[in-house]
């Protein structure tokens, strides 16, 4: 997984660690916003992620609107919470 420097950063301030992001990288909803792929984390992902693990479901839904924005290279170009609606185009 190839990170910009921008979305390392956002990722350690934002409390996102690595495994979230790969989780969300490989099964997170994808959304098209402002020109980039956006995966994120939303209920549905938590679901099929967890299974049927109470305890793992619990423990990502810590992270459940989280999201990373990719490049069209498969690049990282930032990991970011949302806050509200994303804006799609």
Known sequence: MRMTHHASRRSIQRNLPMDILRLIQSYGQPIHSRG??????DEDTI?????DDLRRRQSLRRYRGAYIAESRQGDIITAA????????R
């Open 36 to 41: 980039a792929l956006s995966l994120m984390l």
């Open 47 to 51: 679901d099929l992620i967890a299974e």
């Open 81 to 88: 919470r949302r806050t509200r609606r994303l804006r799609r």
